[in-house]
């Protein structure tokens, strides 16, 4: 990551009577037509997209099968908390590639159960292989950056961002497959575009019909699809959160230590300039008995 920068916006953590706990800072940027029309710390900032890219990987999925359902899509979307529902989702897009739960590559998560099904990641892989079984591809190493899909994704990628393929730093994610870095503004733009890309439309409809399965019901990511019609928006790991308003618009936030818990009152203060209210201003702190005992807000 670049250097920090002086108006990056500062959640705190306060406890009591406002004793101030931690600090985070969030670098944020909004793009729309191209040009950046709202940033607050480093635009320039580069980070992993991580689970922030699932929107972006799923378009090889619904471009490759005409078969798939609204909960198809927004599972291979997904970073679940394997609930029943999110579990059955990823088994019918299994039984739909035709795989089966032994073809995944996603490794096991702690935690968890150790099955790799249970994996928050497991819906992405189960579109995966759906892709590979549409394509012709091999299953085996479908995760393997020179991989056909993975290759294909990379220009997916390349192509959303308006970047040349070598431009982008690559590392391997947390499940195993392939994960992206780009400037903030660079994923911004990227979300700016995502609906009105080949398959964009689908991806976007199919994950704002259902966030349930996206995420849970305590995610911002979840939390905004519910709150505001047309927003879709992906979390990604290390504090990282992507979204794509109504009109074109596209952001990215990262909070620097990598605290996704920063997001809320972040959203709230740096999206309210541009017109779109949120009810995250100070957001409760809550111990192991539910009793409030601070908030998370930004500093005044």
Same mark, same amino acid.
């Given at each position: 990551?670049?250097?920090?920068?002086?108006?990056?916006?500062?959640?705190?953590?306060?406890?009591?009577?406002?004793?101030?706990?931690?600090?985070?800072?969030?670098?944020?940027?909004?793009?729309?037509?191209?040009?950046?029309?709202?940033?607050?710390?480093?635009?320039?900032?580069?980070?992993?997209?991580?689970?922030?890219?699932?929107?972006?990987?799923?378009?090889?999925?619904?471009?490759?099968?005409?078969?798939?359902?609204?909960?198809?899509?927004?599972?291979?979307?997904?970073?679940?908390?394997?609930?029943?529902?999110?579990?059955?989702?990823?088994?019918?897009?299994?039984?739909?590639?035709?795989?089966?739960?032994?073809?995944?590559?996603?490794?096991?998560?702690?935690?968890?159960?150790?099955?790799?099904?249970?994996?928050?990641?497991?819906?992405?892989?189960?579109?995966?292989? &759906?892709?590979? !079984? *549409? $394509?012709?591809?091999?299953?085996? =190493?479908?995760?393997? +950056? @020179?991989?056909? %899909?993975?290759?294909?994704?990379?220009?997916?990628?390349?192509?959303?961002?308006?970047?040349?393929?070598?431009?982008?730093?690559?590392?391997?994610?947390?499940?195993?497959?392939?994960?992206?870095?780009?400037?903030?503004?660079?994923?911004?733009?990227?979300?700016?575009?995502?609906?009105?890309?080949?398959?964009?439309?689908?991806?976007? &409809?199919?994950? !704002? *019909? $259902?966030?349930?399965?996206?995420? =849970?019901?305590?995610? +911002? @990511?979840?939390? %905004?699809?519910?709150?505001?019609?047309?927003?879709?928006?992906?979390?990604?790991?290390?504090?990282?959160?992507?979204?794509?308003?109504?009109?074109?618009?596209?952001?990215?936030?990262?909070?620097?230590?990598?605290?996704?818990?920063?997001?809320?009152?972040?959203?709230?203060?740096?999206?309210?300039?541009?017109?779109?209210?949120?009810?995250?201003?100070?957001?409760?702190?809550?111990?192991?008995?539910?009793?409030?005992?601070?908030?998370?807000?930004?500093?005044?």
């Amino acid at each position: 990551m670049s250097g920090a920068v002086a108006d990056a916006i500062v959640v705190e953590a306060r406890r009591g009577d406002g004793v101030v706990e931690a600090r985070h800072r969030v670098h944020a940027v909004a793009v729309r037509d191209g040009a950046v029309v709202a940033q607050a710390g480093d635009p320039a900032l580069v980070c992993f997209l991580r689970s922030s890219s699932k929107p972006l990987q799923a378009l090889s999925l619904v471009r490759s099968r005409d078969d798939l359902d609204d909960a198809d899509v927004s599972i291979a979307c997904a970073s679940h908390r394997a609930t029943p529902d999110q579990l059955d989702a990823v088994r019918r897009l299994l039984a739909k590639g035709p795989a089966t739960e032994e073809d995944l590559e996603c490794g096991l998560q702690a935690d968890r159960p150790q099955t790799p099904i249970h994996h928050n990641c497991s819906g992405k892989h189960a579109g995966m292989l &759906a892709t590979c !079984r *549409a $394509r012709g591809w091999p299953t085996v =190493g479908y995760r393997l +950056p @020179d991989h056909p %899909l993975q290759l294909e994704i990379a220009a997916i990628h390349a192509a959303a961002a308006a970047l040349a393929p070598e431009e982008i730093p690559t590392a391997v994610d947390g499940c195993g497959v392939v994960t992206f870095a780009l400037p903030l503004e660079r994923a911004a733009y990227a979300f700016a575009r995502l609906e009105g890309l080949e398959g964009g439309g689908r991806v976007c &409809a199919a994950m !704002r *019909a $259902r966030p349930d399965l996206v995420g =849970g019901p305590d995610g +911002p @990511d979840f939390e %905004l699809m519910r709150l505001r019609p047309g927003w879709t928006a992906k979390g990604g790991a290390e504090g990282l959160y992507c979204a794509a308003g109504p009109s074109g618009l596209g952001i990215a936030l990262k909070t620097e230590d990598g605290a996704s818990r920063a997001h809320r009152p972040a959203l709230a203060a740096f999206l309210a300039p541009l017109g779109v209210e949120l009810p995250w201003q100070a957001v409760p702190l809550r111990n192991s008995r539910d009793e409030v005992v601070g908030e998370l807000a930004v500093r005044g």
